[in-house]
């Protein structure tokens, strides 16, 4: 390509756009071309074009959603964005590795100014927070696991579908859920946390659907349930696999035709809200054993969120701990500020089976018995780790080691691209170039050891692209 040519912007639309959706991406210098997932044809493009897929499932079944995976799956490249029907085909095979293979998604109706924003950010390099980047309401996200948990709910939280949330008991799933609400456009409406496990077996409808006066002994008056309460906003069903058979058909009906009866009467209410539901145990088994309804767990399971366990989590242990001193001692008086080497040492050997709401607790613990300035192991009630765990350890050494591999290993198969790179890691550009300064890794003089013609990429070493047979488009 002439260095002085433009790349192009090109979005290639699996589907049928509107004649005003095709203008509005016209004016803003996007070229648009139309593509059927159905013939699963090819994405062909000049090799320095920035192009964009769009999966658009507004209209065919599960055929469409099969077809588009399919294609998806043969694209991994490329940045995709989906546009997606507030009642999806959910059950079909495919549907969620949609979703999730998506760099984002707008449910319809949308309006075109967002789907342009989107696309700019996408081109820019932007769709991914960068790293280090906290998400509201999650401290912390550092880690390599939780910054993949920060991606997924930048992209879930616009979307009005429902998320099901896995993870150990204690790894912050309602924490997720609040930050889901916070980063959607319902954050002014409310929040409705519910601990479906703790409701009595006989009252769980009213509870959650409410009742009518005379409804049964003791119903003296019209109750509205949770879900009414929390009306245009979300409410998050914790340990949903300990519902009842009965609550379980009412939630059925409210996710697929959106409206609630309450116990003693036959009118059907209409409500606007999303569900969020969450669990520690094993639905998939619990489908297969007869405990949950599968027509209800394909429901839930739209988009899936999993926690990482805190031992998953890396160098987070020691950042998440002082978080919990430094707002602990905002509130009450200690003496405690930091924490000392042996403490550090001990809770990155230390396993953390009550995940990250066992190291609050004993965070909280350790500053109010602490002594002195510096939180010891033994106030943490942890052991001492052997000192070859610590911040100079074989342990820390061996990651960085195997960082690096990887990272190098990334750019010698993208021809050192960083655009191509960043692609293959699922990172940001400008986060592989943190990984490079940060692990020493010079790309200039990379590149050049590489090329034998000052440089420029020799015979063999061409930046890759799309395969051969994806240019005939």
């Not at 997932?37 to 920035?50: K, S």
């Not at 399971?301 to 978080?323: K, S």
């Not at 001193?325 to 396993?351: I, K, S, V, Y």
């Amino acid at each position: 390509m002439n260095d002085r040519q433009m790349p192009r912007r090109c979005v290639v639309w699996f589907g049928s756009p509107t004649d005003g959706e095709c203008a509005a991406l016209v004016e803003e210098g996007w070229l648009v071309r139309i593509g059927d997932a159905q013939l699963q044809e090819g994405v062909g493009t000049r090799r320095d074009d920035i192009v964009v897929a769009l999966a658009d499932l507004r209209c065919g079944g599960a055929q469409t959603v099969q077809a588009m995976d399919r294609l998806m799956a043969d694209y991994p490249w490329l940045p995709w964005l989906a546009l997606v029907p507030r009642d999806p085909a959910a059950d079909a095979p495919g549907a969620e590795r949609i979703l999730r293979a998506s760099t984002a998604f707008l449910t319809v109706p949308f309006d075109c100014g967002c789907l342009l924003d989107v696309l700019a950010k996408i081109a820019d390099g932007q769709a991914q927070p960068a790293e280090g980047t906290d998400v509201p309401g999650i401290p912390g996200a550092h880690s390599a696991a939780m910054r993949v948990i920060a991606t997924s709910l930048c992209k879930y939280a616009p979307v009005d579908l429902p998320v099901l949330i896995t993870g150990e008991t204690g790894s912050g799933k309602e924490v997720a859920a609040r930050a889901l609400h916070g980063l959607s456009a319902r954050r002014e409406r409310p929040f409705v946390a519910i601990n479906c496990g703790a409701l009595p077996s006989n009252l769980v409808q009213s509870e959650l659907f409410g009742h009518e006066r005379g409804a049964f002994t003791g119903a003296i008056a019209r109750r509205i349930g949770h879900f009414e309460a929390a009306a245009g906003g979300i409410v998050f069903l914790d340990e949903v696999g300990d519902l009842p058979p009965d609550a379980q058909t009412s939630l059925l009906r409210l996710l697929q035709e959106g409206t609630l009866v309450r116990v003693g009467s036959t009118q059907p209410i209409r409500l606007d809200v999303r569900v969020l539901a969450a669990t520690h145990v094993d639905l998939e088994a619990a489908v297969a054993q007869g405990r949950f309804r599968e027509d209800l767990y394909y429901r839930l399971n739209v988009l899936r969120l999993r926690m990482p366990a805190l031992r998953e989590r890396g160098g987070d242990v020691e950042w998440l701990a002082q978080h919990f001193l430094d707002a602990f001692c905002a509130r009450h008086p200690c003496r405690a500020h930091a924490f000392g080497r042996d403490a550090r040492r001990a809770m990155r050997a230390f396993a953390w089976p009550g995940n990250v709401r066992e190291l609050l607790n004993r965070v909280q613990r350790a500053a109010v018995v602490a002594e002195g300035s510096l939180i010891g192991a033994a106030d943490l009630d942890l052991e001492v780790a052997p000192a070859a765990f610590g911040a100079h350890g074989s342990l820390d050494l061996t990651r960085v080691s195997a960082e690096r591999e990887a990272v190098l290993n990334c750019l010698r198969e993208s021809g050192y691209n960083i655009s191509e790179c960043a692609r293959r890691l699922d990172v940001s550009r400008v986060t592989v170039y943190r990984l490079c300064r940060k692990l020493g890794l010079e790309l200039e003089h990379l590149r050049k050891l590489a090329s034998p013609h000052g440089g420029r990429p020799a015979a063999g070493m061409q930046r890759r692209g799309p395969p051969a047979a994806a240019q005939n488009v």
